[in-house]
């Protein structure tokens, strides 16, 4: 369902049957002819799309609008990047700073998707500016298992899941916990060829955090080592390294059912971003898609334009929904905030599968 069309009344009350109603505020629209809403609670809607004449702004104050109709374009351009990571693993904003760059760099919407954790909601939360939208995530660290002991490892985006489902939450747990072992094995090999890097400032660097080789990278840069994380990333820290240590991850059929299981919409991160190791073949992310998988990550910067057209043909053959992304890192990565971005149709669809909660408005 694309569009859908009403009559005049666009209040729930009325029980009108052509609209999707993003809250409290419905939209009367005297000669609408098909609007269509989010799925946002009362006190925003990121979604809407105006028929009519002219565009309009949503009422509910969201940033999108535009007719869908006419086929104008939006009124403005809607940015929406759903892969971002702060201090809650490897970034290196802190959650309350990473929706305040999100705010600078001119966003709409955003999403928190650190490591294996839900831990950098609350404070981002909190620290929401007005007009901007945020979605809770986490990216979840999984692997494929194939036939004669194949394994790939892969990155799956889980959102508006509910942090409380006691599986998920245990599971979360265990990534962290192999995260912190699996952080000190690097050091103690790199250590152990002579390169001065010491357990203690990587543990300090990532504090509270899901502990991840960015840490490592920076300590590397502290010590002289490298001049840069990326530097770091091309020779040691890679996972074709010598020193490199595998983590522990989630089955990804696991991780699919998981989070389903748990109220949340799932998306493949940079399945095509070849120089971080092996990646999976369309088959695979065809048995995903069967398995419930609702968003591939198209667009993002490790990405080729031709991987792009690639896994936008392959979204489309598969009843995918197509992100754009930029897996913000803070100083961590060279890429900046919005660097790659999700259509306001895209995200709308996303929406549109039924989530334990809903993206979180400002209200101040
Ligand atoms: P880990 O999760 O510990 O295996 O480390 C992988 C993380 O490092 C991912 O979040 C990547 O986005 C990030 N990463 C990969 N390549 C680089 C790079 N060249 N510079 C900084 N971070 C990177
Ligand atoms: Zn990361
Ligand atoms: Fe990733
Ligand atoms: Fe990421």
Redesign the pocket.
Known sequence: MRLELCGPQAVRASGCAGFRLCGLQAVRASGCAGFRLCGVRASGCAGLRLCGVAPRACPTGCAASGCALCGSPYSRRVRIDLHT?STAS?GTDTPAELVGQAKAAGLDVVAITD?DTAAGWAEAAAALPTGLTLVPGT?F?CAWFGANGARIGLHLLGYLYDPDDEELQSERRRLRES?RGR?QAIVNNLRADGIPVTWERVAELAGDGS????HI?QALVEGGVVGS??EA??DLLSSRSKYYVR?ADMDVFDALRLINAAGGVTAFAHPLARR?GTVVGDEVIADMAAAGLDGLEVDHPDHSLADRAHLSGLAANLGLIPLGSS?Y?GR??AVRMGACTTSPDAYTDLLARNTASSPIVSTT
Do not use: Q, T, Y
């Open positions: 990571h490897d490591h990216e660290s995260r952080g502990v991840g080789r960015p990278g994380v990326d990333f091309a983590k971080r897996d890192h961590n990565k």
